[in-house]
């Protein structure tokens, strides 16, 4: 189940460009089952009407508080009261300036000072103004108050101008909301390093050796832990995934330059979560310049060291959870990848088949542990496999506090 289901939110949309997009970003919301009223400010009605926000809310668009016209049947008070989260996306300059500085002239501002619950704001405005010194001031100061709020992406503006200032896309809006939301701090200050992606091993300098993976399952458990308290680091191979802001990110591209960066981090860690998909060769003498013409060619292959078994047997203390892509025997193979390798949680799935695993939204795995354990997981989007994952690790702890008197 969605950790947005059933949670009462507010939507509060400013006068930006970027408007259109709290369309899209209120979708996603009631997609995951959240409840959303939206209020538009004076100016964003000017870009986008109200009916539109009105159709995909179920629910009266809340706007100029003094307005007997408009929508808002609804007190202001009550309904901070009652609502889990605020999300204003857009945010603009002016909104935040507002906010920090405690001003309540419309429905927006005065919900925002009576609320009492998480507020996420994603801001948008055109070039340079991010930078100003009185926004910095503005976000320093809604910050200091516990407020989270993103950092806008650089890119193209309406303006045609190139700058920090674009919309936060509505996934990382998303993230932040169930960070800001989560009450089950399980992981809190523990480490947690979590591997994602495939490796890429050079064959030249232009061309490499890869696999399908996406990434997505160990970017939704970096994020999951991190959102349950973890200092996590997610140390990936290549993948066009935003990497979830509360990680420490450690990009790499190779096997062995992925195992340097798992071996550094895995020492004081109280998880390690090996979801990448590793090159299990390299080429041997990679070529430093592109190789030309069409004759036959051959390629030395070499296999990449065991990152997984490698941790594992460093032995540190740590739980050691790895992945099996498996296409057949799945239940037998795993079993036996478990024991050759030395881990305490062993995550298999059936990537034979096209709907779950590699590059899929969603997944469905059967869970083996050291002990003997087995459970199968039914097929649920890949944020909600990671939230089950940890949870499953988390009872294997507390099950198995010396885990060294059984290794
Ligand atoms: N793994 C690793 N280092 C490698 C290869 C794999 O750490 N060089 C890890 C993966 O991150 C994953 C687990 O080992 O957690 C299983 O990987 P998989 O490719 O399924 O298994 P292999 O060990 O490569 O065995 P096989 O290819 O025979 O299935």
Redesign the pocket.
């Known amino acids: 189940m969605s950790t947005l289901d059933g949670r009462e939110l507010i939507l509060g949309v400013t006068g930006s460009i970027a408007a259109y997009k709290a369309v899209y970003l209120l979708r996603e919301l009631t997609r995951a089952g959240a409840r959303v009223s939206v209020c538009l400010s004076e100016h964003a009605r000017e870009f986008v009407g109200p009916l539109t926000f009105r159709t995909l809310s179920g629910r009266p668009v809340l706007s100029d508080l003094f307005d007997p016209q408009s929508d808002a049947a609804v007190e202001h008070v009550a309904l901070a009261e009652r609502a889990h989260a605020v999300i204003v996306a857009p945010a603009t300059a002016n909104l935040l300036g507002k906010a920090a500085a405690g001003i309540a002239d419309d429905f927006l501002t005065t919900l925002l000072l009576a609320a009492r619950c998480p507020v996420v704001m994603a801001p948008a405005m055109d070039g340079g103004m991010w930078e100003h010194p009185a926004v910095v001031a503005n976000v320093a100061t809604l910050r200091g108050r516990g407020v989270t709020v993103l950092e806008p992406d650089a890119g193209a503006l309406a303006s045609g101008l190139s700058a920090r200032g674009r919309l936060p896309e509505a996934d990382v809006i998303v993230e932040a909301l169930l960070t800001a939301l989560t009450v089950r701090r399980d992981l809190d200050g523990q480490r947690v390093v979590v591997?994602a992606g495939p490796t890429r091993e050079p064959i030249d300098p232009v061309r490499y050796i890869s696999n399908r993976s996406s990434g997505r399952m160990g970017y939704a458990l970096a994020a999951a832990a991190a959102r349950r308290g973890a200092l996590v680091t997610l140390v990936s191979g290549p993948t066009t995934l935003m990497p979830p802001t509360a990680a420490t990110f450690v990009p790499v591209q190779t096997?062995e330059q992925m195992r340097e960066a798992v071996l550094r981090h895995a020492a004081g860690s109280a998880v390690v979560i090996?979801?990448?998909?590793?090159a299990?060769y390299r080429v041997r003498n990679a070529a430093d310049q592109k190789i030309k013409g069409k004759r036959d060619l051959t390629l030395d292959l070499t296999p990449?060291?065991?990152?997984?078994a490698e941790v594992a047997a460093r032995d540190t203390g740590a739980f050691i959870v790895?992945?099996?892509?498996e296409t057949n025997d799945v239940v037998a193979n795993a079993r036996a990848?478990l024991e050759a390798?030395g881990i305490d949680l062993l995550v298999a799935n059936d990537v034979s088949r096209r709907d779950i695993g590699f590059d899929a939204e969603e997944n469905e795995v059967l869970l083996l542990d050291r002990w003997g354990g087995s459970r199968a997981l039914p097929r649920m989007a890949k944020t909600a496999v990671a939230d089950a994952i940890l949870d499953e690790i988390q009872a294997l702890r507390a099950a198995h506090p010396v885990r060294k008197a059984v290794r």
Do not use: C, E, S
Request: aromatic share 6%; glycine share 6%.
């Open positions: 591997t096997a090996k979801a990448a998909a590793v299990d990449n060291a065991d990152i997984l790895g992945f099996a892509a990848k390798k």
